[in-house]
């Protein structure tokens, strides 16, 4: 009875076993479903293949990455061979665009992609196909990576549209690809001293900032071919070359660093300052000698051309000097346009001498009583702009016939022996004032002699101008 009993309790207890297994079996089966989910179902004959679900799962691929790389396993704050010899670090630059050149901040943004090369055997793993792997930023904050910097650089930013414009490349032996698309704005000393008809040498400077040529030695990957430039087409400048080139730059305090350069040279195209400075300029001087053609009676109008002339060469000047960095020497544009300046200014100068002797002569022909008192002085001045005085004598002198007949034993004053050495005095003045005389008694000759000396002259500095800047 006792051996019955301790049977039927050994079956029932293997029973209820059995149940809980197979109801735990079922559970993590649906449980799997529903990890898995409808799509990664492959069914055949309604048997739905466990492996090939195992194989689709991606969610240890990381960790397999982590593991495969041994990323864990290293101290990745040092860099590769720390206390060895300098790790080399080639570089290689394809420039897509030069976004801008300010010639008032005195520098230029580039965009460029930025390609580093290196190995680093903590990251090697094993590959029978020899194939390399690819990752995105989310990996590069666990490795080491070199820190170069744009030096003289302004601003600069790593592009982060869609994600971060980073990417990680690396080969079974340990070799790294690293490559960023960057935008930098950097600094140029610029020299305007033939502004506008200038040309800019300009270069981006590479260096990395922590490690010297000790521990870190920066070339260019492929020589002069490193550095690859699409077809660049800027407004106001023609790229003549890029070029690439090394170097090395010392610090007091730290030592040695190798510098790579980019250097590129920019010729300003100087059509649009043509159409902008030069030919404006150019009308306005000639405007200016249009009033050696209007008569010189013609006050108003000679005066406003020559004032509206002026008053747009200073409007020219400001334009060009607005656009410009503050430099303390001259530029060649300064040249053109104060020259230019200067000839509109000695033309409103040429009506003013004009004016003045065309008064004198008036004043000369109203004391020789040679115009009729019944002349009027506020007309003349309303028509010729020369003011005469109503008080004046317009009577001729009668005294001045008898003095040249008077007799020769009149006082010493009017003595006939004198008056050869007094005449031979006044010649030789005469001799200084003739040419003056000659032109105060005839003013008209100064309009005459300024149509052709001011083109002549301008003409004159245009052809020095442009021989020595072009």
Not at 212 to 220: A, S
Not at 239 to 260: K, M, P, V
Not at 357 to 378: D, H, Q, Y
Request: glycine residues 4%; aromatic residues 12%; charged residues 20%.
């Amino acid at each position: 009875m006792k051996l019955d009993l301790l049977a039927c309790l050994a079956l029932a207890a293997a029973g209820l076993v059995a149940m809980v297994t197979g109801g735990r079996t079922s559970n993590r089966r649906k449980h799997k479903e529903v990890f898995l989910g409808e799509n990664s179902k492959f069914k055949f004959g309604g048997r739905i293949d466990y492996k090939l679900k195992r194989q689709d799962s991606t969610k240890t691929l990381l960790i397999k990455t982590e593991q495969l790389l041994r990323i864990e396993e290293h101290d990745f704050a040092m860099r590769p061979g720390f206390g060895g010899s300098a790790i080399p670090v080639g570089i290689d630059v394809q420039v897509e665009s030069i976004d801008s050149i300010s010639e008032v901040n005195m520098d230029f943004t580039m965009t460029l992609y930025l390609r580093h090369y290196w190995k680093d055997e903590r990251l090697s793993f094993p590959s029978r196909t020899n194939q390399s792997r690819t990752f995105d930023s989310r990996l590069v904050k666990k490795i080491w990576v070199p820190d170069v910097f744009f030096v003289h650089s302004k601003r600069s930013f790593i592009h982060d549209t869609t994600m971060e414009n980073i990417m990680l490349r690396v080969y079974p032996d340990g070799n790294i690809l690293y490559s960023v698309r960057v935008t930098v704005t950097a600094l140029c000393s610029m020299d305007f001293s033939s502004f506008p008809l200038d040309t800019q040498n300009c270069s981006l400077e590479l260096e990395s900032y922590a490690y010297n040529e000790n521990d870190l030695m920066l070339y260019w990957k492929n020589g002069n071919d490193s550095l690859r430039t699409d077809e660049i087409v800027l407004s106001q400048f023609f790229i003549e070359h890029f070029q690439a080139s090394s170097g090395l730059a010392f610090y007091s305090s730290t030592g040695w660093y190798n510098r790579l350069f980019i250097n590129f040279i920019l010729r300003r195209h100087i059509f649009f300052f043509m159409l902008q400075t030069y030919f404006p300029t150019m009308l306005m001087v000639v405007l200016s000698w249009v009033s050696f053609w209007i008569d010189r009676r013609a006050v108003p109008a000679r005066v406003s051309l020559g004032i509206t002339t002026v008053l747009t060469m200073s409007t020219i000047i400001t334009g060009v000097s607005s656009s410009m960095p503050q430099v303390s020497y001259v530029k060649a544009v300064d040249i053109y346009l104060w020259t230019s300046f200067l000839f509109v200014f000695l033309s409103v100068i040429e009506y003013a001498a004009v004016n003045y002797c065309t008064t004198l002569e008036e004043m000369r022909k109203m004391k020789r009583g040679k115009i009729p008192p019944t002349f009027n002085a506020s007309q003349a001045m309303a028509f010729d702009g020369c003011f005469h005085d109503n008080d004046l004598e317009l009577t001729p002198f009668p005294r001045m016939a008898p003095t040249l007949t008077s007799d020769p034993l009149t006082p010493p004053p009017q003595n006939p022996d004198v008056r050869p050495t007094e005449g031979t005095r006044l010649r030789r003045q005469r001799s200084v004032r003739e040419n003056v005389d000659l032109l105060v008694s005839n003013s008209y000759m100064i309009d005459s002699y300024s149509r052709l000396a001011f083109p002549l002259s301008y003409l004159l500095f245009n052809t020095i101008y442009w021989s020595l800047y072009s």
